[in-house]
């Protein structure tokens, strides 16, 4: 029964730290993210209050922005 109790208190030892690992690596991601500005997330902020179906959305939809540069090619 002890041996159980001390491969439980290592289990939870080790998967604490791996979550940590986790959690740090996906602060450092949304860091390098918005430091390249690839995202703003400033914007997403905003989201919960501009919530209106007739509200701009955040990011444009990439099929849709590459029927505009189509449509616009074929304007010219």
Known sequence: MEQ???WQAYGY????LFL?????AYILHLYRAEKKGTRDYEKY????LDD???DAP????????EADKKENKEQS
Do not use: M, N
Not at 45 to 48: P, T, V, W
């Open 20 to 24: 940590v690992v986790i959690l740090y």
């Open 45 to 48: 902020g905003k989201l919960a």
């Open 4 to 6: 159980i109790r001390e």
């Open 58 to 65: 955040v990011e444009p939809h990439e099929e849709r922005v």
């Open 13 to 16: 030892f080790f998967f604490t």
């Open 52 to 54: 209106e179906l007739t």
